[in-house]
Nanobody, 120 residues
């Protein structure tokens, strides 16, 4: 299991943007995804990117969320635009999967999360 670390969360007003970062040392061998979990809700898969930079998004975030990666920095990003209060959650990065799954069970290595809070 490798080390995964997220950053970039914070408190923003609705309509704003954030870019979350995920550093994972061997992410380029696997697919890497972003998930979120709000209090009292199940963990939700948001977006994933595979070793060839193919991407897949949950229907609920298409058009506002963009996943990308910087191979030189071993970093996967999640750009979130037009933030809504409903986006308030802990955001997690996970790696270790193959293909483009959005189920948490497919991923073997997880970070501790970064909090995103959106106020109206």
């Amino acid at each position: 299991e490798e080390h995964v670390e997220e950053s970039g969360g914070g408190s923003v007003q609705a309509g704003g943007s954030l870019r979350l970062s995920c550093v994972a040392s061997r992410y380029h061998y696997f697919s890497t995804a972003w998930f979120r979990q709000a209090p009292g809700k199940e963990r939700e898969g948001l977006a994933t990117i595979d070793r060839d930079s193919k991407t897949r998004y949950a229907d609920s975030v298409k058009g506002r969320f963009t996943i990308s990666k910087d191979k030189s920095a071993n970093t996967v990003y999640l750009q979130i635009d037009n933030l809504e209060p409903e986006d308030t959650a802990m955001y997690y990065c996970a790696t270790g999967a193959f293909g483009l799954p959005l189920k948490s069970i497919a991923y073997t290595s997880w970070g501790k999360g970064t909090q995103v809070t959106v106020s109206s």
